[in-house]
């Protein structure tokens, strides 16, 4: 009986890993907690005690993206790895990185570039965006920082056409930022040369 729970279970992970795949492939979803919850609403399911982990789900993602995206998905990658660049470039001051999907090759049409940001002061970069001309809404995001919690400012510009968030951190919190959600096994973060180096041939 356990054996057969087991099996079941591990189909039952597959099933909804695909699922919130498409979700996230085909719908841009982007949160991983909303897609696997989705995706076991649309399968019908109550119990939700063997939902996929996120590395499963982001296995899946790149699954199908390479089976009915594969024309279309990687430049959509490049372009906004390109914007990544030309941000992180104009945002040195602020020793930018990059963290999500576009850093680790599951972004699409649907996502947007994330950087974090470090100055000691928010408003140091808010007056850098105006003196810059950039059109920009802010608001806040609840975030753990080491061991606590923090309301960190964000800025949402737009560059080339792609949507750009600049999470803003305090100088000295640079080593407890949030290194990215754990979808992935790659790099959680990457400095400007880094990104450059993955668009290098």
């Known amino acids: 009986m356990g054996r ?3 099996r079941r279970d591990d189909n039952q992970r597959r099933h909804l890993a695909y699922l919130a795949a498409r979700l996230m492939a085909e ?6 907690g909303y897609a696997k919850q989705k995706a076991a609403r649309q399968a019908g399911l109550a119990d939700t005690h063997a939902l996929p982990d996120n590395r499963e789900v982001e296995a899946a993602l790149r699954e199908y993206q390479g089976l009915y995206q594969s024309e279309n998905q ?27 999907a576009v850093l680790n090759g599951t972004a699409n049409q649907f996502s947007e570039v994330t950087l974090q940001l470090f100055a000691d002061d928010a408003k140091s970069l808010a007056l850098f965006l ?11 995001r609840r975030v753990r920082v080491g061991d606590d919690w923090a309301d960190v400012p964000q800025f949402f510009i737009e560059v080339d056409g792609a949507p750009v968030t600049l999470a803003v951190y305090a100088t000295g919190d640079e080593h ?9 096994d790659g790099p959680l973060r990457a400095r400007l040369a880094q990104v450059e180096a993955l668009l290098e041939p």
């Not at 719908?27 to 991983?32: A, C, I, M, P, T």
């Not at 990687?74 to 963290?99: G, I, Y």
């Not at 407890?176 to 992935?184: F, G, N, Q």
């Open 130 to 140: 105006v003196n810059r001309r950039h059109r920009f809404e802010q608001g806040e």
């Open 27 to 32: 719908e841009g979803v982007q949160d991983y």
């Open 4 to 6: 057969n729970r087991s």
């Open 74 to 100: 990687p430049a959509e990658l490049r372009r906004l790895r390109e914007v990544a660049v030309k941000v992180m470039r104009e945002f040195a001051a602020f020793r930018p990185m990059l963290v999500g």
């Open 176 to 184: 407890l930022a949030p290194r990215a959600r754990p979808e992935t």
